[in-house]
């Protein structure tokens, strides 16, 4: 079976402008779950929908926001891009929302 | 959510076995006691979960004394691929997963 994947990769913008990251979970997962990681710390929670709902949001501002699509792949999308939002982007997926499977991140650098 | 510490980073042996111990004094009825680890440039990966006592599974075991206040992950003759992050989460069996800053686990040859 297939992992979770992301895409892209890696990717370069400059501030100000909005940014597009894609995540399809693992076949028969409802739930997705993004987090960003900073450099030499863990990963901190912004999203979670399960079955196309918001679940949870974690203490990031508005210009984040994240949608799932029927086929519970999701797209979290990141306006105004400032400088401290470089970072490695990683989405998980898990069937219920406990236990999660995570993807190998998108990297996000801001110039 | 409970607060964990763990050390911040720790050294060992290809063969050895390395445990990590992660405190968590405000641990709650509800709380679940959860390790990942994660590799450079990868998500992190589930390795063990438990709530009390002791758990095993093929690549770990999980010790959780009876109070529950702290725990510790068991890495059995570990090898240099071993070489990795390691995180411990205390929290209900819920979607928002709260990573601390982790332990570097670093095994030399």
């Known amino acids: 079976d297939a992992g979770v994947t992301q895409s892209p990769t890696h990717l370069i913008k400059t501030r100000g402008q909005q940014v597009t990251l894609r995540c399809s979970p693992i076949?028969?997962?409802?739930?997705v779950s993004w987090y960003q990681q900073v450099l030499g710390q863990g990963p901190q929670f912004i999203f979670q929908?399960?079955?196309?709902?918001?679940?949870g949001r974690g203490n990031f501002p508005d210009r984040f926001s994240a949608r799932q699509f029927p086929n519970y792949s999701s797209e979290l999308n990141v306006n105004a891009l400032l400088l401290g939002d470089s970072a490695l982007y990683l989405c998980?997926?898990?069937?219920?929302?406990?236990?999660?499977?995570f993807g190998p991140g998108t990297r996000l650098t801001v110039t | 959510l409970a607060k964990t510490t763990q050390p911040i980073s720790m050294d060992s042996y290809e063969g050895q076995e390395v445990n990590i111990t992660c405190s968590h004094n405000?641990?709650?009825?509800?709380?679940?006691i959860t390790w990942y680890q994660q590799f450079p440039s990868q998500g992190p990966r589930f390795i063990i979960q438990?709530?009390?006592t002791k758990v095993t599974n093929e690549v770990a075991s999980l010790f959780i004394p009876a109070d529950r206040k702290s725990s510790t992950l068991s890495l059995p003759r570990v090898s240099l691929s071993d070489t990795a992050v390691y995180y411990c989460?205390?929290?209900?069996?819920?979607?928002?997963?709260?990573f601390g800053a982790g332990t570097t686990v670093t095994v030399r040859a």
């Open positions: 076949s028969g997962h409802k739930s």
């Open positions: 438990g709530y009390k």
């Open positions: 989460l205390v929290g209900d069996l819920d979607y928002k997963l709260s």
């Open positions: 929908y399960y079955e196309k709902e918001e679940r």
């Open positions: 405000n641990i709650a009825t509800n709380d679940y």
């Open positions: 998980a997926s898990s069937p219920t929302g406990s236990e999660q499977y």
